[in-house]
């Protein structure tokens, strides 16, 4: 797919590609030694950029770092979406990121200049986990897995399929799939990097420039090229880390006062049911939250560290409830190398999470999180009855 802007004497050629297909990577090789211009552009980031040809690029990650920032779901995300990438590029023959790698091959081979016109990916994803809320983010996570679990979509893909996918119409279909299911994770991922790329481009010094990016972004960049509308405030201000919400803290504190004041006032009034409330949500919080971390395959320090943390991180506007158990179990069996080379084949398969070091403390985080707050809700339930039920 190719679109074409000449203005203010510069001739601008937009080529959009899929991201794991050999046709795309034939393509841009073809289209740089035929119109030899003078920049090629390509819908990447300096971080992004130094990872395309990092095979190793995870064995760095600080798993206890991730989880203690709360990026926990996104890198999830960002893992299984890598994995399947990888996967589809097996299956073809072709790796992810090809058409890119031949850009910039074949813009050092002709001697053009090469500009990486993408916004840094920690801005992204900051962008996008400060302004999600959890609820989406669960969501979003639950909808790469539903897609990525289902073995017809993987076993049916090939080259033709990913071609289609460049398809203005099934890309636009997406698009607004997208748009309505996560109206901000379209807003933050696709839209804005549409704006950001744009400006980047549009102030690009040369006579003939060729923007190599995904299809999805073709017309977007397009739209802002024509219309020349992304202005320096704009680029400003997509460009900058938006400060953490505290709002959800404030509700769980607010929460945590409420609960408090309840189980005060029914002590008061009857303490054999105020502390017969509180154990009971103890051992709720603590029972199922273990169970979580059990499940997942835990060290027997890590279930224990989880019983302890359970109730701390339920009770706590900042704390997560699989927090504790993650960190112990990252902390106890630390990710190795074949953990990391594994990733790809055990990421498909549920009962090699368990096994693998990485993702068992991603499973650890996530199901004892789930076990107790499901611990968490009874409890409160049981503390607010008694209350109504005294006065």
């Not at 990026?71 to 994995?83: D, G, H, K, R, Y």
């Not at 959800?248 to 945590?256: D, K, P, V």
């Not at 630390?334 to 990391?340: C, S």
Request: charged share 25%; glycine share 6%; hydrophobic share 45%.
């Amino acid at each position: 797919m190719i679109k074409k802007i000449t203005k203010d004497n510069k001739e601008i050629i937009l080529l959009g590609t899929a991201h794991v297909s050999k046709a795309s990577a034939v393509e841009v090789a073809d289209s740089i030694k035929e119109l030899q211009p003078d920049v090629v552009a390509i819908e990447l980031c300096q971080g992004r950029f130094d990872n395309l040809n990092n095979d190793n690029k995870y064995e760095n990650l600080d798993i206890g770092d991730v989880i203690k920032k709360g990026q926990a779901i996104f890198v999830m995300a960002n893992l299984l979406l890598s994995a399947y990438q990888k996967k589809m590029g097996d299956k073809i023959g072709i790796r992810p990121g090809a058409e890119m790698i031949a850009a910039i091959e074949e813009s050092e081979h002709i001697g053009s200049k090469l500009k990486l016109v993408d916004r840094p990916i920690d801005v992204t994803l900051k962008r996008v986990t400060r302004q999600l809320g959890f609820i989406d983010k669960i969501s979003m996570l639950a909808s790469v897995l539903t897609y990525l679990f289902s073995k017809d979509e993987v076993e049916e893909v090939n080259e033709e399929t990913i071609e289609s996918l460049k398809d203005s119409s099934v890309i636009l279909d997406t698009i607004n799939e997208l748009g309505l299911k996560f109206p901000n994770v379209k807003k933050y991922l696709l839209d804005e990097r549409d704006s950001y790329m744009a400006y980047k481009v549009s102030h690009i010094q040369g006579e003939k420039i060729l923007v190599v990016l995904g299809a999805a972004h073709l017309e977007g960049v397009y739209a802002h090229l024509l219309a020349d509308d992304v202005t320096r405030e704009e680029m400003k201000e997509i460009s900058a880390i938006p400060k953490k919400k505290k709002y959800g803290h404030l509700i769980a504190l607010a929460l945590l006062i409420l609960v408090l004041f309840v189980l005060v006032m029914t002590i008061n009034q009857s303490p054999l049911e105020g502390a017969t409330n509180i154990i009971r949500w103890l051992i709720l919080t603590s029972s199922l939250g273990g169970i979580g971390a059990f499940i997942a395959g835990a060290h027997p320090l890590s279930i224990l560290a989880t019983m302890i943390g359970s109730p701390i991180g339920a009770a706590s506007p900042v704390l997560s409830s699989g927090m504790i158990g993650a960190l112990v179990e990252a902390r106890l069996r630390k990710p190795q190398v074949n953990d990391f080379s594994s990733l790809g084949e055990d990421i498909f398969n549920f009962k090699r999470w368990r096994k693998n070091n990485l993702l068992r403390v991603f499973l650890i985080f996530f199901l004892a999180s789930f076990g107790s707050a499901i611990g968490n809700i009874i409890g409160l339930k049981s503390i607010f009855s008694s209350f109504f039920k005294l006065f």
